[in-house]
């Protein structure tokens, strides 16, 4: 193109300019209909000559002038593709946006985009109308929209690729500046309010991101290309007709990192959390509602899933058994937590619809993910294959969680002398990753890393002994047991005896009849 789009709007001015003389004549000298007849043809003429098409795009939209989302995704493109090459530009203050002053281009300015080898031009331009129509936004006056301008031999290429493209370019960019946040449910009791929420937010700003989890690199490798392949996975659900989500189980003991290891999830994902807490849930039908009041690219978490409600059958043997244990009377403590469970009755199969029932199509792109420090004591219904997809263990610090933890918190990057005896005794003793992470942290501004290390490596020892002991109680008890129930046998041994004997006596006696 030899022409540059605004050389060609002088020249197109000029043209208008004598059209609207010859109008101006029109006007002294004919009569309505002939000029209505000269204008329809002039204006025929001009989209003859003019080899151009226009597309504009209005900030406000509909009868009540909402702010049209497709004007901020293309501002947004057009923010991130082209405003260096712009020299008039508008700072805007974002909500909800990770980098909040968005630069624009401003009034009347033009920015060149290309796509497939095709030159477009897009202008910023407004008008100003006379009367005040209701808005929901401050009052203004001024209708500010954007131009699209291309050649009319590419109108196929634009209006079908080229858009689509800018939109999904500027979706994805809105997508990676957002701040995430964090929602959690609010109790289903408190939702007849006047203006009252099923979830309340806030921004989700944990720091945790996988390079600082602490586990075995290769496990870690596996998880994220489990994710990454779930995120580009959206035809590929489309294809097999599986609702687009997946399930993950963490479990192991408390401090492994089960929800450190969700944070970065998030982050990694760039996916909202909802933090759902079962307990404040009225029923089945309160836990649709909820879902349905999720958006899609989040991620669902039930921590501690083993305690949140009865819905596990082992729990309600154990409860039986409890009661055995104590004398056939109910424990206080465990009937008192009993009652607060009481008040939600979320069942198994509620929950069970709430993961994989129809209600899970709503929205698509979401990840729910399961906590729990017991993972045998849940309902194997409940985190099958399908549903909970991906079960993960969360165990304790070994040496290449370690060596994380030392890079984390001391900043070492390489071999250090100390660090073959603390494999040994990670080796030897089960400590988690938090409080491997708490003894390496200096216990004041003193302390060097050397002095960490070696305040670990006490720690470990203590632990390792403290085990060791344990273990021998826990064989002294086992081997009294052992004796306890070999002593009973012989007691019952010899009671037998006694009672053949008896039996043996009796039987003489009737056989004999009664003895003098
Ligand atoms: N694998 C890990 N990598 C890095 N830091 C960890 C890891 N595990 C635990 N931590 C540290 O220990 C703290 C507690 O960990 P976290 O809350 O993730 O444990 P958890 O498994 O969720 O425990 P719980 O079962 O009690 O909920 C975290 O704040 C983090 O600093
Ligand atoms: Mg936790």
């Known amino acids: 193109m030899a022409m540059g789009i605004g050389e060609l709007w002088s020249q197109m001015g000029s043209i208008m300019a004598s059209i609207m003389f010859v109008y101006a004549m029109y006007d002294r000298f004919f009569p309505p209909h002939i000029r209505r007849y000269a204008l329809k043809y002039t204006t025929k003429f001009?989209?003859?000559?003019?080899?151009?098409?226009?597309?504009?795009?209005?900030?406000?939209?509909?009868?009540?002038?909402?702010?049209?989302?497709?004007?901020?995704?293309?501002?947004?493109?057009?923010?991130?593709?082209?405003?260096?090459?712009?020299?008039?530009?508008?700072?805007?203050?974002?909500?909800?946006?990770?980098?909040?002053?968005?630069?624009?281009?401003?009034?009347?300015?033009?920015?060149?985009?290309?796509?497939?080898?095709?030159?477009?031009?897009?202008?910023?331009?407004?008008?100003?109308?006379?009367?005040?129509?209701?808005?929901?936004?401050?009052?203004?006056?001024?209708?500010?929209?954007?131009?699209?301008?291309?050649?009319?031999?590419?109108?196929?290429?634009?209006?079908?690729?080229?858009?689509?493209?800018?939109?999904?370019?500027?979706?994805?960019?809105?997508?990676?500046?957002?701040?995430?946040?964090?929602?959690?449910n609010n109790p289903s009791n408190n939702w007849g309010g006047y203006r009252s929420t099923k979830w309340s937010h806030t921004t989700f700003e944990h720091p945790a991101r996988f390079e600082t989890l602490a586990m075995e690199p290769e496990k870690k490798e596996e998880i994220i290309n489990d994710l990454v392949k779930f995120k580009n996975g959206k035809e590929y659900y489309a294809k097999v007709g599986k609702a687009w989500k997946r399930g993950y189980l963490l479990f192991g003991p408390p401090g492994t990192g089960k929800s450190t290891m969700i944070s970065a999830i998030a982050n990694f994902m760039n996916y909202d959390v909802y933090d759902l807490e079962l307990t404040t849930v009225k029923d089945n039908n309160d836990l649709k509602r909820l879902l349905i009041e999720t958006s899609s690219k989040s991620i669902i978490v039930i921590e501690d899933i083993d305690c949140s409600l009865e819905l596990t059958g082992q729990r309600k043997k154990k409860t039986e058994k409890d009661n055995d244990e104590n004398g056939g009377k109910p424990d206080p403590i465990k009937e008192a937590d009993k009652e607060d469970k009481k008040e939600s009755k979320v069942t198994l199969s509620g929950l069970l619809n709430f993961i994989d029932g129809i209600w899970s199509a709503c929205g698509a792109e979401r990840i729910?993910?399961?906590?729990?420090?017991?993972?045998?004591?849940?309902?194997?219904?409940?985190?099958?294959?399908?549903?909970?997809?991906?079960?993960?263990?969360?165990?304790?610090?070994?040496?290449?969680?370690?060596?994380?933890?030392?890079?984390?918190?001391?900043?070492?990057?390489?071999?250090?002398?100390?660090?073959?005896?603390?494999e040994k005794l990670l080796g030897e003793t089960n400590m988690t990753p938090a409080d491997?992470?708490?003894?390496?942290?200096?216990?004041?501004?003193?302390?060097?890393?050397?002095?960490?290390?070696?305040?670990?490596?006490?720690?470990?020892?203590?632990?390792?002994?403290?085990?060791?002991?344990?273990?021998?109680?826990?064989?002294?008890?086992?081997?009294?047991?052992?004796?306890?129930?070999?002593?009973?046998?012989?007691?019952?041994?010899?009671?037998?005896?006694?009672?053949?004997?008896?039996?043996?006596?009796?039987?003489?006696?009737?056989?004999?009849?009664?003895?003098?």
Not at 136 to 148: D, I, M, Q, V
Not at 387 to 414: P, T, V, W
Not at 483 to 503: C, I, M, P, R, S
Request: hydrophobic fraction near 35%; charged fraction near 30%.
């Open 46 to 184: 001009t989209n003859l000559m003019y080899p151009y098409i226009q597309i504009t795009f209005h900030e406000l939209s509909g009868e009540r002038l909402k702010r049209n989302e497709t004007y901020k995704v293309i501002q947004t493109y057009l923010s991130a593709n082209s405003s260096q090459r712009v020299r008039k530009l508008k700072a805007e203050v974002v909500k909800d946006s990770q980098t909040p002053l968005v630069l624009t281009m401003d009034d009347n300015q033009e920015i060149v985009d290309e796509f497939n080898g095709v030159k477009v031009w897009w202008s910023a331009n407004h008008i100003t109308s006379q009367s005040q129509p209701f808005s929901y936004y401050p009052a203004s006056n001024e209708k500010r929209f954007l131009t699209l301008t291309f050649h009319k031999r590419h109108r196929d290429l634009i209006t079908t690729s080229y858009i689509q493209h800018v939109l999904e370019q500027g979706k994805a960019i809105t997508l990676k500046n957002r701040q995430l946040k964090i929602y959690t």
């Open 368 to 422: 729910i993910i399961f906590t729990t420090n017991f993972v045998d004591k849940l309902d194997p219904a409940l985190i099958r294959r399908g549903r909970m997809d991906n079960h993960i263990e969360m165990s304790y610090c070994g040496y290449q969680a370690f060596k994380i933890l030392a890079r984390n918190y001391l900043d070492i990057e390489y071999h250090h002398d100390l660090f073959p005896i603390i």
């Open 436 to 516: 491997v992470a708490e003894n390496l942290m200096p216990n004041s501004i003193t302390e060097d890393f050397e002095t960490c290390l070696k305040n670990l490596i006490h720690s470990l020892e203590i632990a390792k002994k403290a085990a060791m002991d344990e273990e021998e109680k826990k064989k002294a008890e086992d081997e009294e047991a052992q004796l306890k129930v070999e002593k009973d046998k012989q007691e019952l041994t010899q009671e037998e005896v006694k009672v053949k004997a008896d039996g043996i006596l009796e039987k003489k006696v009737k056989e004999n009849g009664v003895t003098n």
